[in-house]
Protein backbone atom coordinates (compact mmCIF):
# COMPACT_ATOMS: atom_id res chain seq x y z
CA UNK A 1 0.00 0.00 0.00
CA UNK A 2 1.34 3.21 -0.92
CA UNK A 3 1.68 5.86 2.01
CA UNK A 4 2.85 9.34 1.80
CA UNK A 5 2.73 11.13 4.95
CA UNK A 6 3.71 15.15 5.08
CA UNK A 7 5.49 17.39 7.50
CA UNK A 8 7.06 20.34 8.23
CA UNK A 9 4.26 22.96 7.46
CA UNK A 10 3.75 26.27 9.88
CA UNK A 11 2.80 29.57 10.37
CA UNK A 12 5.49 31.82 8.89
CA UNK A 13 6.27 35.72 8.16
CA UNK A 14 6.34 36.81 4.76
CA UNK A 15 9.71 36.57 3.54
CA UNK A 16 10.31 33.56 5.74
CA UNK A 17 11.46 29.90 4.75
CA UNK A 18 10.48 26.78 5.81
CA UNK A 19 11.04 22.97 4.65
CA UNK A 20 8.29 20.55 3.83
CA UNK A 21 9.30 16.24 4.30
CA UNK A 22 7.19 14.09 2.05
CA UNK A 23 7.89 9.91 3.72
CA UNK A 24 6.93 7.90 1.45
CA UNK A 25 6.54 4.13 1.77
CA UNK A 26 5.08 0.96 -0.13
CA UNK A 27 6.44 1.65 -3.72
CA UNK A 28 9.92 1.93 -5.74
CA UNK A 29 10.23 5.34 -4.12
CA UNK A 30 13.40 5.70 -5.80
CA UNK A 31 12.75 4.86 -9.66
CA UNK A 32 9.15 7.49 -9.35
CA UNK A 33 8.69 10.73 -10.18
CA UNK A 34 6.93 12.91 -7.42
CA UNK A 35 5.21 16.36 -6.80
CA UNK A 36 3.85 18.70 -4.57
CA UNK A 37 0.45 19.77 -4.90
CA UNK A 38 -1.41 22.77 -2.79
CA UNK A 39 -4.48 24.02 -2.08
CA UNK A 40 -5.57 27.65 -1.18
CA UNK A 41 -8.27 28.28 0.59
CA UNK A 42 -11.24 28.09 -1.34
CA UNK A 43 -9.55 27.22 -4.32
CA UNK A 44 -8.85 24.10 -6.57
CA UNK A 45 -5.41 22.09 -6.99
CA UNK A 46 -2.18 23.41 -8.01
CA UNK A 47 0.67 21.87 -9.48
CA UNK A 48 3.45 23.33 -7.61
CA UNK A 49 6.35 21.10 -8.66
CA UNK A 50 7.85 17.90 -9.86
CA UNK A 51 10.75 15.74 -10.05
CA UNK A 52 12.64 12.83 -11.84
CA UNK A 53 13.77 9.88 -9.84
CA UNK A 54 17.35 11.67 -11.56
CA UNK A 55 16.65 14.47 -10.31
CA UNK A 56 16.04 16.39 -12.21
CA UNK A 57 12.82 19.09 -11.33
CA UNK A 58 10.72 21.46 -12.57
CA UNK A 59 8.30 24.66 -11.28
CA UNK A 60 5.25 26.20 -11.65
CA UNK A 61 5.62 30.06 -12.85
CA UNK A 62 4.41 30.96 -9.08
CA UNK A 63 6.95 29.37 -7.21
CA UNK A 64 10.14 29.73 -9.56
CA UNK A 65 13.01 31.21 -8.04
CA UNK A 66 11.76 30.77 -4.45
CA UNK A 67 11.13 26.76 -3.90
CA UNK A 68 13.44 23.64 -4.56
CA UNK A 69 12.13 20.48 -4.66
CA UNK A 70 14.80 17.73 -3.96
CA UNK A 71 14.74 14.05 -2.57
CA UNK A 72 16.52 11.50 -0.61
CA UNK A 73 16.26 8.05 -2.41
CA UNK A 74 17.99 6.37 0.15
CA UNK A 75 15.52 7.10 2.52
CA UNK A 76 12.31 7.38 0.75
CA UNK A 77 11.78 10.83 1.22
CA UNK A 78 11.11 14.29 -1.12
CA UNK A 79 11.41 17.44 0.49
CA UNK A 80 10.38 21.47 -0.38
CA UNK A 81 12.62 23.98 0.34
CA UNK A 82 10.49 27.06 0.29
CA UNK A 83 11.89 30.73 0.55
CA UNK A 84 10.69 34.17 0.25
CA UNK A 85 7.36 32.84 0.93
CA UNK A 86 4.36 35.14 0.07
CA UNK A 87 0.95 35.37 1.82
CA UNK A 88 -0.45 33.98 -1.24
CA UNK A 89 1.29 30.56 -0.99
CA UNK A 90 -0.73 30.00 1.95
CA UNK A 91 -2.59 26.33 1.45
CA UNK A 92 -2.46 23.05 2.30
CA UNK A 93 0.68 21.43 0.36
CA UNK A 94 0.48 17.73 -0.39
CA UNK A 95 3.00 15.23 -2.32
CA UNK A 96 1.73 13.33 -4.55
CA UNK A 97 2.31 10.15 -7.18
CA UNK A 98 0.70 8.47 -10.04
CA UNK A 99 0.46 4.50 -9.85
CA UNK A 100 0.04 4.66 -14.03
CA UNK A 101 2.29 7.65 -15.23
CA UNK A 102 5.52 8.06 -13.89
CA UNK A 103 6.07 11.79 -14.98
CA UNK A 104 5.40 14.93 -12.48
CA UNK A 105 2.84 16.05 -15.04
CA UNK A 106 1.37 19.39 -13.95
CA UNK A 107 -2.44 18.30 -14.38
CA UNK A 108 -3.56 17.15 -10.87
CA UNK A 109 -6.09 14.30 -12.46
CA UNK A 110 -3.17 11.82 -13.13
CA UNK A 111 -2.60 11.67 -9.40
CA UNK A 112 -3.92 8.93 -7.76
CA UNK A 113 -2.09 8.92 -4.65
CA UNK A 114 -1.69 11.75 -2.23
CA UNK A 115 -0.34 12.21 1.77
CA UNK A 116 -2.91 13.74 4.13
CA UNK A 117 -1.34 17.10 3.33
CA UNK A 118 0.37 19.85 5.61
CA UNK A 119 -0.54 23.41 6.36
CA UNK A 120 1.55 26.31 5.17
CA UNK A 121 0.06 29.97 6.56
CA UNK A 122 2.10 32.91 5.52
CA UNK A 123 1.07 35.90 7.72
CA UNK A 124 2.49 38.72 9.84
Known amino acids: EVQLVESGGGLVQPGGSLRLSCAAS????????MSWVRQAPGKGLEWVSGIFPSGGSSYSDAVKGRFTVSRDNAKGTLYLHMNSLKPEDTAVYYC??????????????????WGQGTQVTVSS
Open 96 to 113: AASTDYNFPYRDTKYYDN
Open 26 to 33: GFAFSMHS
